[in-house]
C-alpha cells in the first residue's frame, strides 16, 4: 500500500490568504503531484532506548565527553517523571546538549549513577561541590595525566602569588612603623612607644659621634641626662672660645639630640639643645641642621610640660624661613594662629618685622624691603641672605621695566649698599658692568648710568632662570 510519509506544503508568495485555496483542494493537489511527495527515509534502526516504568528512576550508568560537542552516549533507559526535557536524539543515538540549556549532572558515588536534571542558579558552595565532583569524574574518565600536572602547577605558582602578596603588605604595615633609622628626622615615630619604658643609657663618654641608627638603640651606647648636660656645657666653652669647626660641632650635637630621642626626653634642656643648634647652623648657614631643629622645636613649644623660651626668635625664623621656601599658605596659618592664641608673641619686635618683610616682598615694595633687612641685627637676616640675590634681581627687573637710563647712585641707595664698589660687584658676577654709561666724563657733573632699556632682558632672563633655594639636610 502505497502511502506519503511526508508532506510538503507549497508557500503562496505575493499572495493574501484570501486568495489560497482552502485546505482540502491543496491537500488533494498535493497527493495528486509526485514531485513533491518525498520519499520515506532510509531504514536506519532507531536508537537504542526504550522508555523504563516511571518506578525505576531516570539513570544511565555510563556516559562521556567527545571533543567540544559535548556529546553522550546513551546506552541505558532515560525517563523523568518530574517532567524535563529531554534531548531530540541524533542519527547515530546520541544526544547534543546545547550551549543555552543548564543540565546539571550529579554523581552518585554509592550507586555508581548519574543523574541528569534542570535547576534553578546554584548556590556558591553547591558550585564548588559540583566543580570538585566534575574533576573527581575527570579523573576518573581517564584525561590525559599532563593536562592535570599543568592545572596543578598553575594553581601552586597562583597560591605562591597570593602569599607573596600578602607577605608583602605585612612587610609594607611593619616598615611604616619606628625602625630607629630616622629618630633625627622630622618624621618620626617615636610618640607611637610607651614613654614610660622607655630606655635609660649607661654611656659616660662625654663625646660620642653621631651614627645613624638602623636597630633598637644600645643602652650601652647611649649617654644618660647627667652627662648630656656635662656633654653641652663642654660643647658650649668650645664655640665660644672658637676652638672646634662647625662640622665636629654638628656631629656632637647631632648625637646628643640623638640620645635624647632614644631616651625620649623632653623637658627644657632638651629645648636648650635644639635651640643652641639652630643658632650655629644658621651661623654657619647650614639650613637643613636649621630646619630639623626649628621644627623639633615647634612641637616641643607645644607640650604642657614645657615651659617655651624664645620662642618669638623662633617664631620670628619660622616666619622668614616660610619666605624662603615660598610658603605663603603656612604662613598665613601661623599669623592667624597667633592672632587668635597668642597676642603676645603676635605683637613681638621680631615677629612684626618678619611680617612687615613678607608683606613688602608680597606685594613689591623693593624699597622697604631693602629697607627693613638692611635694619635686622638677629640671625634671622642669615635667613634671608640665602635669597636676597634674588629679590634684587627682581628689583632690578621692575626698575629695567620703569627707566630707560638710571644713575649709579640711586640703585646704590635703592639696593642698601655699602658702596660704589659693591653695586659694580654685582654687575660684575651677572655680566651687567658692559651696561654701564658714564656722561660728562672729566666734567663736574659727572656721572655713570645703567643703560636699563638695552639690559633689560639679560636682567629678566637672569631672574627668571634663577632656581629655587637648594636647602641642604633635608630628611
Not at 143 to 154: G, K, N, Y
Not at 341 to 350: G, R, S
Not at 366 to 378: G, R
Request: with cysteine.
Amino acid at each position: 500500500m502505497d502511502t506519503t510519509y511526508n508532506k510538503v506544503m507549497p508557500v503562496s508568495l505575493g499572495k493574501s490568504r484570501k486568495k489560497v485555496k482552502n485546505a482540502k483542494v491543496r491537500d488533494k493537489e498535493i497527493v495528486g503531484n509526485d514531485d513533491l511527495t518525498i520519499p520515506p527515509p532510509p531504514s536506519i534502526p532507531p536508537p537504542s532506548f526504550i522508555l523504563a516504568p516511571p518506578s525505576q528512576g531516570p539513570s544511565f550508568p555510563s556516559w562521556d565527553f567527545h571533543g567540544n560537542n559535548q556529546e553522550l552516549n546513551i546506552s541505558q533507559p532515560i525517563l523523568s517523571n518530574r517532567g524535563p526535557r529531554i534531548p531530540k536524539p541524533s542519527s547515530t543515538g546520541t544526544i547534543l546538549i546545547s550551549s543555552d540549556a543548564r543540565v546539571d549532572f550529579g554523581i552518585d558515588n554509592n550507586m555508581g549513577t548519574t543523574e541528569s536534571r534542570q535547576s534553578p542558579r546554584a548556590s556558591g558552595k553547591e558550585r564548588k561541590k559540583r566543580k570538585m565532583n566534575r574533576d573527581q569524574n575527570v579523573i576518573g574518565g581517564g584525561v590525559d595525566s599532563m593536562v592535570l600536572a599543568e592545572e596543578a602547577e598553575r594553581r601552586k605558582k597562583r597560591a605562591e602569588r597570593f602569599a607573596n602578596t600578602k607577605h608583602s603588605v605585612s612587610s609594607s604595615s611593619l616598615d611604616s612603623e619606628e625602625n630607629f633609622a630616622n629618630l633625627n628626622a622630622i618624621s618620626t615615630k617615636s610618640h607611637q612607644f610607651d614613654k614610660n619604658k622607655s630606655i635609660v643609657g649607661r654611656c659616660q663618654s662625654l663625646e660620642k659621634s653621631y651614627l645613624r641608627l638602623t636597630s633598637e638603640p644600645n643602652p650601652d651606647l647611649v649617654r644618660p641626662l647627667n652627662v648630656l648636660k656635662k656633654a653641652y656645657t663642654m660643647l658650649m666653652k668650645k664655640y665660644q672660645k672658637n676652638q672646634a669647626s662647625y662640622q665636629y660641632l654638628c656631629d656632637q650635637f647631632k648625637s646628643m639630640r640623638q640620645d635624647l630621642r632614644v631616651q625620649m626626653i623632653e623637658n627644657q634642656f632638651t629645648v636648650k639643645v635644639y635651640e643652641s643648634h639652630a643658632r650655629i647652623a644658621l651661623e654657619n648657614g647650614d639650613l637643613g641642621e636649621f630646619n630639623q631643629c626649628q621644627s623639633r622645636l615647634i612641637t616641643l613649644f607645644e607640650l604642657p610640660t614645657v615651659k617655651p623660651s624664645f620662642i618669638e626668635e623662633f617664631t620670628s625664623y619660622r616666619i622668614l624661613y616660610y619666605m624662603l621656601t615660598e610658603d605663603s599658605g603656612s604662613m598665613n596659618t601661623l599669623r592667624l594662629k597667633l592672632m587668635t592664641e597668642n597676642k603676645a608673641v603676635f605683637k613681638n619686635h621680631m615677629v612684626q618685622t618678619a611680617f612687615k618683610l613678607a608683606h613688602a616682598r608680597l606685594v613689591g615694595d623693593y624699597h622697604n624691603f631693602m629697607k627693613i633687612y638692611t635694619s635686622m641685627k638677629n640671625l634671622g637676616k642669615k635667613l634671608v641672605d640665602a635669597f636676597i640675590e634674588k629679590e634684587k634681581l627682581k628689583s632690578l627687573v621692575v626698575i629695567c621695566k620703569s627707566y630707560n637710563q638710571i644713575k649709579l647712585d640711586f640703585l646704590i641707595q635703592e639696593f642698601q649698599l655699602n658702596g660704589y664698589e659693591e653695586l659694580m660687584e654685582f654687575f660684575k658676577q651677572r655680566g651687567l658692568d658692559k651696561y654701564i654709561l658714564t656722561k660728562n666724563l672729566g666734567e663736574e657733573n659727572e656721572s655713570q648710568y645703567l643703560d636699563t632699556k638695552a639690559c633689560r632682558v639679560p636682567v629678566m632672563q637672569q631672574y627668571f632662570s634663577s632656581k629655587k633655594i637648594d636647602i641642604k639636610g633635608q630628611q
